[in-house]
């Protein structure tokens, strides 16, 4: 075996796990097996999150105060940058992400996330002294650590969507446990490496394993104070629920089918250039892809040849390819689900303009041709589902306040782009496009502002000072004149 792992990171070591479970790891690109680790039982989840609750109350983690804390993510992030290239090439082999986009968002941008919540906590002060507004005292607003954190991240973006919630929940005082996905947990291993490496004190990031039930575990664990979860909609409202049982605060950031609304104005060739990384990054298995394209009706057939002639063009093959800009899917059940989507997407009438189904050059890997659906509604069920795959609709619309009312007529609010010669245009169609983010002529995420969805896209926002305030309880302390 390639890569074989036979420990689990808790409590600042390598430990047996419990019992003797296992979860291979095959590649997407050769369906070959190339990696084991074992599984966590609730054994072992019960230790980490013990591990998480010492370290929250010891004095090497609770008496440190923000630059303190500062000084340790500098040093973790140093240690997760040596592994950085390292890190980029695991997740493209474990998800098929291709290397030249894992190469930034696998590699650089967890360091430079661990640097911006250094430098942010460096700076902010966790005490305000306020007048209160009902008696003649003052008050102190206190910010607390909220204690120990359930992370669970999904497969598509593992180091990033992890570092989303490690970077914020450690700088603000609180300790992790972290749940990989099963497809990509390996890279998890670099992370802990580098927690040591850095001397984060021991239990203060601990990391299990596992599929839905070791993450229905770990959300419900008594130890448990907070859970900042990123995955699929179905699995966010689980949850979503049993935190609403337990009164635990909770961070859901869930699935979208975002919309591009391309204005009368869009010149074609930039636009259609700037939909391939908005439309279809990862192959599509990115959450916040503008994959319903709303075209106006008097330009629909110009549009619709753009995109298709784009999505056609886009190298398809090896994710280790520098070149490459669609990789195979995560693995054969998503390839399965995506191409049955397809069929069920033309059974309900849409043309196919391109692409459909498996490349003919490529035989083995879960590929699957960018594809693109035209002459659809948005009411259309290849228009309305989630594909998370590299499958695009092109829909018209009559006029501008049309445009927004498609864009608005969806379940989901994550993301979405417009695309117009006229800025402020663009910036006013943003106002009204009811998401949680929203690009002009581009998009692409802000460390240092929030992100998260509306609707069926989520609860609660992660990235930015926003970021930072989830993860802290606030108290008040009031004094007498
Ligand atoms: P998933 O929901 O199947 O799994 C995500 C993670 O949650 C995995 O670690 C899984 O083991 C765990 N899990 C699943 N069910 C659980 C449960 N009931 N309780 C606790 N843990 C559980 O999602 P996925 O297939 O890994 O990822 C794809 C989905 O994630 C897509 O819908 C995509 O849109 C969404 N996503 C959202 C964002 C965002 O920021 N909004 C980012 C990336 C992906």
Redesign the pocket.
């Given at each position: 075996m390639e890569i074989e792992h036979s420990t689990l990171f808790i409590d600042g070591e390598w430990a047996k796990p419990a019992t003797g479970g296992a979860i291979q790891v095959f590649s997407p690109t050769t369906e070959q097996l190339f990696g084991i680790f074992p599984e966590s039982s609730t054994a072992d989840v019960d230790s980490a999150v013990a591990a998480a609750g010492r370290a929250l109350r010891s004095s090497e983690w609770a008496n440190l105060d923000g630059s303190d804390r500062a000084a340790i993510l500098d040093r973790f992030a140093d240690a997760v940058e040596r592994r950085s290239e390292e890190r980029a090439s695991l997740v493209s082999r474990q998800n098929g992400m291709p290397i030249t986009l894992a190469r930034f968002a696998e590699g650089d941008a967890p360091v430079q996330l661990l640097r911006y919540y250094s430098d942010l906590i460096r700076s902010s002060s966790v005490e305000e002294v306020r007048q209160s507004l009902s008696s003649a005292g003052t008050t102190i607003v206190r910010k607390e650590p909220v204690g120990v954190v359930a992370a669970?991240?999904?497969?598509?973006?593992p180091a990033i969507?992890s570092m989303f919630k490690i970077a914020p929940a450690l700088a603000a005082g609180c300790t992790v446990v972290l749940?990989?996905?099963?497809e990509t947990t390996l890279d998890s291993y670099l992370l802990a490496e580098a927690a040591v490496e850095a001397g984060l004190p021991a239990g203060v990031l601990n990391i299990v394993t596992g599929?839905?039930d070791v993450?229905?575990y770990l959300?419900a664990h008594p130890g448990v104070s907070k859970v900042a979860?990123?995955?699929?909609?179905p699995?966010g409202r689980?949850?979503g629920r049993v935190c609403g049982e337990l009164l635990r605060p909770v961070t859901l950031?869930?699935?979208?089918k975002s919309a591009a609304l391309i204005l009368d104005d869009a010149d074609i060739e930039t636009t259609v250039a700037g939909l391939a990384t908005a439309s279809l990054l990862n192959s599509g298995q990115t959450?916040y892809m503008s994959t319903r394209i709303l075209a106006p009706a008097n330009r629909y057939s110009e549009f619709l040849d753009a995109v298709t002639a784009m999505a056609a063009s886009l190298p398809i093959g090896d994710p280790a390819d520098a070149g490459t800009f669609v990789g195979p899917l995560v693995s054969e059940r998503q390839y399965k689900r995506v191409l049955s989507m397809i069929d069920a997407g033309s059974a309900e009438g849409a043309t196919v303009t391109t692409g459909g189904k498996r490349p003919a050059h490529l035989d083995r890997g879960w590929f699957v041709e960018p594809t693109v659906f035209g002459n659809l509604s948005n009411d259309a069920n290849i228009a309305k589902d989630?594909v998370?795959g590299p499958v695009l609709t092109v829909i018209p619309y009559s006029d501008e306040a049309d445009a927004i009312a498609l864009a608005n007529d969806s379940e989901y609010g994550?993301g979405g782009t417009v695309w117009t010669a006229d800025r402020d245009r663009g910036i006013d169609v943003a106002r009204k496009v009811e998401t949680g983010s929203f690009g002009v002529n581009t998009y692409g995420l802000d460390w240092g502002s929030p992100f998260g969805?509306v609707k069926a896209?989520?609860v609660g926002r992660e990235l930015g000072p926003e970021g930072l305030a989830s993860y802290y309880s606030l108290k008040s302390i009031f004094l007498p004149e």
């Open positions: 669970i991240a999904p497969w598509n973006y969507l749940k990989p996905s099963p599929g839905p993450g229905q959300v979860f990123t995955g699929s909609t699995a689980h949850i950031e869930l699935g979208g959450c989630e998370f994550l969805g896209s989520g």
